[in-house]
Every structure is written in structure tokens, then in C-alpha cells.
């Protein structure tokens, strides 16, 4: 199995689907966060697309003949503004990948929390982006927008909207108490990430009589041994 | 993959990667486009899972949303890498340009003022030469994965070909990426596609 070290902000965020899967399929790995110790402006230079969450895997494939300051002074010209000695003696090797959603996608398929046909990989695939695109996105919107009255239309609009588009998961759950007939997937962890650590706390309780099965989902996932376990563990953080 | 069908409006938009990697891999499927054969997106968004299009229909079952459908085509026909690590790395490059270009494109075409348009292609020509820039540095010789074309390949040609000259801006000066463009529009496959395919707009 390869060693894997996942990089972030001291925060949920982006970061927590990733850390929920470590957790689901039991993989250890170092879950590295930003602060005093770690600092993110000396690393951005040198993740991919100058982002976070980033992960590292060392793979015997890519090992030792990679060697990690040709990389990254190929791959991210950083022309002398990082010291690469300081980055090679704290032990990072291997290749970096950026993007939380592929991120997540490939922690899925590892702990076969993908679905089990190309068909459930499809559906979930199809769920994880509506979850990004058709909801977070509106969420994202009104988060960072920062005149009051533009605020209070948006946030109107967006209740409206995760109202509509949770009535129209509803209608994708085919199991008992996961979106995939299979059984449990990481669509079904992206839907509890979003709505327990992003969504719920932040505003009136979400009525969830209409959409019963995906109260099931939620509290099916809730209440997985692994998932309780690292909610109880992790950093306590306001996002 | 026989009987696969594509629903889409008649343009190239958000299923023409889709279209690239059957067309790439010369796999049949049947590429429906609204208000043709009588068939209207009003009438068909009932039987789409979120009311959006494109939509890809296998075997009965109606699936949704465009990045899902162009992976789930690419990896049955064999454009998403040899291995986990690899599907990792197109992963991050198509999420890459769908994140962080994409979302801009949407104010630069549809916005609702000439200043919103114009202020959404300035930040988006902006973004577009920091992550092409790296994108560059991420070919590992003839394409992303090195001698095998990949669907990260497809859609890098795809925001090129088809997007680019509108935002008015080029990235020429990139070679890897200039090569790989240029690579597949030599393609036997992907010329007869684009020698084929109905002239739209957008």
C-alpha cells in the first residue's frame, strides 16, 4: 500500500471527504495541516496548480528514481524560490496530485467505496457533481459575498435552490439507505460532508420529512463505527 | 457500448469531449440533439436525474452530468489510463479545468451586462495562462501520460479548439500543449469528427 500524506488548512473545508475515506477504509496516512510548523506559502509553489488539498503518494513505481527536486523544478519552475534541500530532508517523495474531488475519487476507488460496476461509478460520479456544482457552488456564492442586501437575495435563492436539488437526490437513492443499490459510496459521504459540515449548522434546521431516504443516508453514515470515530478525534474547527 | 445514446442541443459545448472520446476511439453511439427528431428538452428533462443536460441513456437508464458521462465513455473505451494512479492524474486535470476555467465561461458568454462579460474574460483569460502554465509542465512527453493519448489530452484540445479563439487569446507559446493540439487534429479520427460534426456557434 503506498504511504500517503494529505495537505490542507487546519480546517474541514476541501479536505474532510478525503479524511473521511482515509477513515472508512482504514488507511493510515499523515494528515497535514497548515500552520506555524507547516507553512502553505512555502509549499503552494510546489502543489499542483498552486492549490490545496494536495496529496502525496509514494508509489514504487514512481520511488526512488524520482527524484523530487528534478520534479518540481521541472514540473513547477520554481527557479531557487523554495528551498527543495529543506523540502527533500522533511521526507516528501513522490508524486503530488491536486483537487480535492479527484482526490477523493481515487481514495474511493482504493477502499471500494466507488460502487461496484462502471454503471454505480457513473451514478455516483453524476450525484458528486450536482453536489458540487448545482449546490456547494450556490452555497459558495453567498458565503463569500460581501454586500448585505446582494447577501439576503442570494441566500434566498440558494435555500430555494437546496431545497429543489435535495428533492431531486431524493429520487437517485435506489438502496435501502445509500445512493448506490450496492451499498454504502463516497456519494453518500459527499452528501453527509455537505450537509452536516457545511450546511446544517449554518442555517434554520433543514426540514428532511420530504426526503426521508436521504435522512436515512444521513444517519447511515453518521452512525458508521469509522466515521464516529474520527468525528470524535478530529480537530475541533469552525469550518 | 452499442446503443449508447448522447442527449445534447445541437452544439458543442459541455458533450463535445464526450463526442471526442467516442470519435477518438471510433465507437458508435447515437448523438441526439434537441429540437431534431422532434425531440424537446422540455419534454425530455423529466427523464434526466437533475433536469440538465447533456444526459447519456445506457441500457434504459438515464444518467447525468457532463464530467461523469465524458469519464464514464472514456473509461470503456479505454482513454482514462492504464492504472489508478494515472486516471488520478487525468482526474486532477480535468478537474483543473472545470473549476477553475470553466465557471468563468459562463459570465463571459451568458453574462448579463457588457461589464459583467467583460469583466468575467479578464479573469478568465487570466486563469487560463496560470493553469495552462502548469498543465505545460505536466506532459510527460507526447501527451499527459507520455505516448498514450488520455482523455485529459481530449479535453485540453477541446478548451483549445473549440473555446480559446472566442476569449480572443491563445497559449502558442506553451509547446507540449501546442503539440498535443496539434497531434490530435491531425488525428485520422479526430479530423473525420471535425469534418463531420454539425457547424455550430458555441
Same mark, same amino acid.
Given at each position: ?38 507553512? +502553505? ?117 440558494? &435555500? ?25 459510496? +463516497? ?10 459540515? &457545511? ?41 | ?202
Amino acid at each position: 500500500m503506498p504511504t500517503y500524506k494529505l495537505y490542507y488548512f487546519n480546517g474541514k473545508g476541501f479536505g474532510e471527504l478525503s479524511r473521511y475515506l482515509f477513515a472508512l477504509g482504514q488507511q493510515e496516512y499523515e494528515d497535514n495541516r497548515f500552520g506555524d510548523d507547516l507553512n +502553505w506559502e512555502d509549499l503552494k509553489v510546489s502543489a499542483p496548480f498552486g492549490r490545496a488539498p494536495f496529496l502525496e503518494i509514494d508509489g514504487e513505481r514512481f520511488g526512488q528514481s524520482v527524484s523530487i527536486a528534478r520534479y518540481l523544478a521541472n514540473a513547477f519552475n520554481l527557479a531557487g524560490k523554495t528551498d527543495l534541500e529543506k523540502l527533500k530532508a522533511d521526507g516528501i517523495d513522490g508524486e503530488r496530485f491536486g483537487q480535492s474531488v479527484s482526490i477523493a475519487r481515487y481514495l474511493a476507488n482504493a477502499f471500494n467505496l466507488a460502487g461496484k460496476t462502471d454503471l454505480e461509478k457513473l451514478k455516483a460520479d453524476g450525484i458528486i457533481d450536482c453536489i458540487h456544482k448545482d449546490i456547494i457552488s450556490k452555497f459558495l456564492a453567498f458565503h463569500f459575498e460581501k454586500d448585505e442586501e446582494r447577501k439576503a437575495g442570494i441566500k434566498k435563492e440558494m &435555500l430555494e435552490n437546496t431545497n429543489e436539488m435535495y428533492k431531486k437526490l431524493e429520487k437517485q437513492v435506489s438502496g435501502e439507505n445509500s445512493f448506490l443499490s450496492s451499498g454504502l459510496s +463516497w456519494a453518500d459521504v459527499a452528501f453527509y460532508n455537505f450537509h452536516s459540515d &457545511l450546511y446544517a449548522d449554518r442555517f434554520e434546521a433543514i426540514d428532511l420529512t420530504s426526503t426521508p431516504k436521504l435522512k436515512n443516508i444521513l444517519d447511515h453514515v453518521s452512525s458508521n463505527e469509522h466515521i464516529k470515530s474520527w468525528i470524535e478525534k478530529r480537530p475541533v474547527t469552525e469550518g | 457500448m452499442a446503443g449508447c445514446k448522447l442527449y445534447y442541443f445541437n452544439a458543442k459545448g459541455r458533450a463535445e469531449l464526450t463526442r471526442y472520446a467516442y470519435a477518438f476511439k471510433d465507437v458508435s453511439y447515437e448523438d441526439i440533439r434537441f429540437d431534431d427528431n422532434n425531440l424537446k428538452l422540455e419534454d425530455f428533462k423529466p427523464r434526466t436525474p437533475f433536469g440538465s443536460a447533456p444526459a447519456l441513456e445506457v441500457n434504459g437508464v438515464v444518467y447525468a452530468q457532463s464530467m461523469a458521462i465524458a469519464r464514464y465513455v472514456a473509461r470503456e473505451v479505454g482513454l482514462m489510463g492504464a492504472n489508478s494512479l494515472e486516471t488520478l492524474k487525468i482526474d486532477m486535470i480535468l478537474d483543473a479545468l472545470s473549476s477553475d476555467i470553466f465557471p468563468f465561461l459562463r459570465d463571459v458568454f451568458m453574462g448579463e451586462t457588457d461589464e459583467i462579460k467583460a469583466a468575467a474574460k479578464t479573469k478568465a483569460v487570466e486563469a487560463i495562462h496560470k493553469i495552462f502554465a502548469k498543465l505545460e509542465a505536466l506532459v510527460s512527453g507526447d501527451y499527459f501520460l507520455g505516448s498514450e493519448v488520455s482523455l485529459a489530452d481530449l479535453a485540453v484540445f477541446n478548451f483549445v479548439n473549440d473555446f480559446l479563439p472566442a476569449l480572443g487569446t491563445n497559449v502558442d507559446d506553451l509547446s507540449k500543449i501546442t503539440n498535443i493540439v496539434s497531434s490530435l487534429k491531425a488525428n485520422e479520427n479526430i479530423k473525420k469528427h471535425l469534418e463531420n460534426r454539425p457547424k455550430t456557434d458555441m
